[in-house]
């Protein structure tokens, strides 16, 4: 009888491991088994961290940084800053300085950092927020990690940081995370920021090289170094961790702030980012005659905001996503104006409006009275001084 129950154990055991085989498949290949970043079955391999240098942002940082602690252990950290000061007589600068902390010290890669071949400049570390800012949070996340410090100047060719990214990828062949020091928008009150942030997150996601370097941010050849970078390494989807405000941290969304995008590059499929934005200008000098203008002779009816969007996006030049006054010509050419930064939605508009004043952005009682008259002709009630007082919402229909 032992004998009649062979193949029927031998044709179960067959079975048991195609279903074994199968289930394998599933887990190396898909995100079946992955329930949070902390309960992940299968960890995802991350080449890139972007945090803020900005202290302000140090819990939001801080945050980011545990919810990769179990997903990655490097032995080097290739921390990359922008060069606040232009110091240094190099475009991209490192040191091999052991940097002191209160209860540890975090010494360099020097191999890497002779690999890599870039100019020594150890003075040129000394006063480097970028840098230093972020190496007490790292050393606390990564204790037994090497640090291989790099400064960029914002003037630094993309041909530069192209030889730059290369000589990384082989620099970092495991072990490795790349931490991109970038503060995002500058000088512009928490909605204007916010719109700004949208094309800067969209350069991220989409891992669009040629976005990077029109993004309002600190450092646009980090940003640059960073998707290039990643896509290098496969790690093709932008994970999101935050996106905030010093404006909204501190309570105070009317003053110049600065704004934060904190985030990791992962090996998975790509999220795109289908986000449009927005800047024009409107001469209030003929404030009677309700029409933006390029500061040339085209003009197009503020009410219509579908024609001003699609004008927006037909032709750069008239429209531009650019830190506020230090964008296209035409803003300068409005001594009293405003500036309307959009966001181009599925079913409206969010425009968001700047009023200025022989060049500086009006703030206080004086805007609002300005937002008012635009709310007013476009058939909208007045506001009260409120966290988004300058923002507008318009449907299409």
Known sequence: ????????????????????????????????????????????????????????????????????????????????????????????????????????????????????????????????????????????????????????????????????????????????LLVSSIDFSHYQSTSVASIHDLLSIKALANLDKNLAWQAEIDSNPSLYLTIEFSKLKNANNFHLAYNTNSGLLEHAPDSESTSYVLGWFEAAERKLVETQTFTAGFNLKQFNDPRLTTGTDSKIDLNNTHDMAIKCLDEPDYCSLNRILWGPAFYRDILNGLVVVGEIQADGYKLVLVPTNNGLAVRGDEKLAVINRVRERLGQNPTQIGDEYDTIEISKQ
């Open 1 to 176: 009888m032992k004998h009649e129950f062979e193949p029927v154990r031998t044709i179960l055991s067959i079975a048991g491991s195609i279903l074994i085989l199968v289930l394998s498949f599933f887990v190396f290949k898909t995100n079946l088994f992955v329930t949070s970043p902390h309960e992940s079955f299968l960890i995802k391999p991350i080449s890139a961290i972007v945090l803020p240098h900005h202290d302000l942002a140090a819990a939001q940082r801080d945050d980011t940084l545990r919810q990769i602690t179990d997903r990655i252990s490097p032995k080097i950290i290739i921390l990359v800053s922008p060069n606040h000061f232009d110091a240094g007589s190099y475009n991209i600068l490192t040191t091999n300085r052991t940097f002191r902390l209160t209860n540890s010290l975090f010494e360099p890669d020097n191999d890497k950092i002779s690999e890599l071949n870039l100019p020594l400049d150890d003075t040129a570390f000394d006063r480097e927020h970028g840098i230093l800012n972020q190496l007490a949070p790292l050393k606390n996340t990564f204790s037994d990690a090497k640090i291989v410090p790099i400064m960029i100047k914002q003037d630094t060719p993309a041909a530069q940081i192209d030889t730059l990214v290369n000589d990384l990828n082989e620099v970092c062949k495991a072990d490795c």
